[in-house]
């Protein structure tokens, strides 16, 4: 029996920040008071937000618990150092966990998730069946048990979710 | 072909967009446009290269190579040195 559990995740909130020119990802995060990570990582910081690092000077704000003004008030705290786009419609969040959450993962991306290399705060920004994905590792579940999640396009989600199903289904 | 990102790490080179030659400067003038066009060194050995990490990063790098073996010698951020 494999164990893996596959959520659909709703209600969260996501932007991306392009810092502006000359602008550091220190300034980002003093700002915003969370970590604003200058490699491919995710840092949580207080007040339900976290940063994402997904190139040079870009990041992705997530937050579980999205409210109307969100992403206007993250815009407002970035005033002159950034610039940021709502994206909590353009994107849908999946969330693997379990034990054999990595070896589906390992199924779709050719990148490395071994614990040493993917360990739970990393992040990577690449492509599972030719479909761009944005995956991070969350903290381990009570159980010891890796968490991830998964951003993509909302208009290539149903063929991500195929991609998914059919892994899942081989496990 | 594994290219080493400076910002993602190893990745496939699928994920990569190929430009070419990374030294080749735009002429002041018109003269030398032609060449800067359309002439390039079929180069054996070590490279530097533009390549966009379109599926990664979003971001130019300059990657050195050796087309010969395709062993990677290092990359940057294009914007960081040769443009």
Redesign the interface.
């Known amino acids: 029996m494999a164990d893996l559990l596959v959520e659909q995740l709703s209600g969260f909130g996501l932007a991306t920040i392009m810092a502006r020119k000359g602008v550091s990802g220190m300034a980002i995060g003093m700002a915003l008071g969370v970590e604003a990570p200058a490699?491919?990582a995710f840092c949580r910081g207080e007040n339900n937000l976290a940063l994402i690092g997904?190139?040079?000077g870009?990041w992705f704000a997530h937050t579980d618990m999205v409210s109307p003004a969100w992403h206007t008030a993250l815009r407002d705290r970035l005033a002159e150092l950034a610039s940021v786009s709502d994206q909590s419609d353009g994107y849908m969040l999946i969330r693997l966990s379990g034990e054999d959450a990595r070896t589906v993962l390992q199924r779709g991306a050719?990148?490395d998730f071994h614990p040493e290399v993917f360990a739970p705060g990393a992040a990577?920004?690449?492509?599972i069946a030719h479909i761009?994905v944005v995956i991070w590792r969350r903290d381990d579940d009570a159980r010891g048990r890796p968490k991830y999640e998964i951003a993509t396009f909302r208009s290539y989600f149903d063929s991500f979710r195929r991609w998914l199903d059919h892994t899942a289904a081989a496990l | 072909m594994r290219i080493d990102c400076p910002y993602c790490g190893e990745r496939d080179a699928q994920e990569f967009v190929y430009r070419g030659d990374a030294s080749l400067m735009r002429p002041e003038s018109e003269d030398g446009m032609a060449d800067y066009v359309y002439l390039r060194d079929n180069l054996a050995g070590p490279m530097t290269e533009h390549w966009y990490h379109a599926q990664g990063c979003r971001t130019w790098i300059a990657v050195t190579r050796d087309t010969t073996t395709h062993a990677m010698l290092g990359a940057i951020f294009a914007r960081d040195g040769v443009r």
């Not at chain 1, 990577?124 to 492509?127: D, G, I, L, Q, S």
């Open positions: 490699q491919p997904t190139g040079a870009s050719a990148i990577a920004t690449t492509v761009g």
